[in-house]
């Protein structure tokens, strides 16, 4: 068991005034390069595992993904972790010239390659949203043998299942509702892991933000999330698979 602390999205209040920020002001505290601040992190400590709270892979390159990742895990000597998912919104998509109509394949595709890519330095893989790679060599390695790679996930039940089936580690983003309406999500994800891996290892497991009294989060009915299931039994799912767009919660 490991404890530590982790903070997303929260909003503190200025110790000085006691004041909370406007979001003009929240807009301008962001910064995006996270692998640069892990990397000043890494240098400044020696034990703290250090991961991103989501990566948007969607609308990033895997390849490049990997390299800064690896990148940081050599500094870290080891203690580099990357958290994938697919974002919650697909305004920056039109940035990189990507559509939002593709949101769940590139997700799929994209994933895909950087599991390829933590396996193997020469990968020989084509693609739909970015060139094919022959066997080119992918540097820099990480300290580690197998980078640990996370789904973030919200309360898409697809997504519980793809990570359980893939043998992926959960994070799992609560930012708002209770922990209760995650139990049958959380219960999918083990039992696809149990189905196709043989184990439910629930140190996998780790959550993001909490419950807020009063604040019931959206619901996925028991119906969608019994289909996800059904629909998944009878084959060994891939990272390709794209849920239903009535299952997205």
């Known amino acids: 068991m490991e404890i530590g602390i982790d903070s997303f999205a929260a909003i503190l209040p200025d110790p000085q005034t006691g004041k909370l920020p406007t979001a003009t002001e929240?807009?301008?505290?962001?910064?995006?390069?996270?692998?640069?601040?892990?990397?000043?992190?890494?240098?400044?400590?020696?034990?703290?595992?250090?991961?991103?709270?989501?990566?948007?892979?969607?609308?990033?390159?895997?390849?490049?993904?990997?390299?800064?990742?690896?990148t940081l895990d050599l500094i870290a000597k080891g203690r580099a972790e990357i958290v994938v998912g697919r974002g919650s919104f697909a305004e920056a998509f039109p940035l990189f010239g990507l559509a939002a109509r593709d949101y769940g394949d590139l997700f799929a595709e994209k994933l895909d390659l950087l599991l390829k890519l933590r396996e193997a330095t020469h990968v020989k893989w084509k693609g739909r949203f970015r060139p094919a790679l022959d066997l080119q060599g992918i540097y820099p390695r990480p300290h580690q043998a197998r980078?640990?790679?996370w789904i973030g996930v919200g309360g898409t039940p697809d997504?519980?299942?793809?990570?359980?089936?893939?043998?992926?580690?959960?994070?799992?983003?609560?930012?708002g509702g209770t922990f209760e309406r995650f139990r049958p999500l959380v219960d999918m994800y083990r039992e696809a892991a149990r189905a196709w891996l043989g184990t439910a290892d629930t140190s996998a497991i780790r959550q993001h933000g909490g419950p807020r009294r009063g604040l019931p989060g959206r619901q996925s009915g028991?119906?969608?999330?019994?289909?996800?299931?059904r629909e998944r039994s009878a084959r060994r799912p891939s990272a390709h698979h794209v849920p239903d767009e009535h299952c997205i919660s």
Not at 159 to 175: E, H, Q, V
Not at 222 to 229: E, F, G, H, I, V
């Open 26 to 70: 929240r807009m301008a505290n962001l910064i995006e390069e996270v692998e640069v601040i892990l990397a000043a992190a890494a240098a400044r400590t020696s034990q703290i595992r250090l991961a991103s709270a989501v990566t948007i892979i969607s609308a990033a390159d895997p390849v490049r993904v990997f390299q800064e990742f690896a």
């Open 147 to 149: 980078l640990p790679i």
């Open 159 to 175: 997504s519980f299942i793809r990570a359980g089936t893939l043998g992926l580690p959960l994070m799992i983003a609560i930012i």
């Open 222 to 229: 028991n119906s969608c999330r019994k289909d996800a299931l």
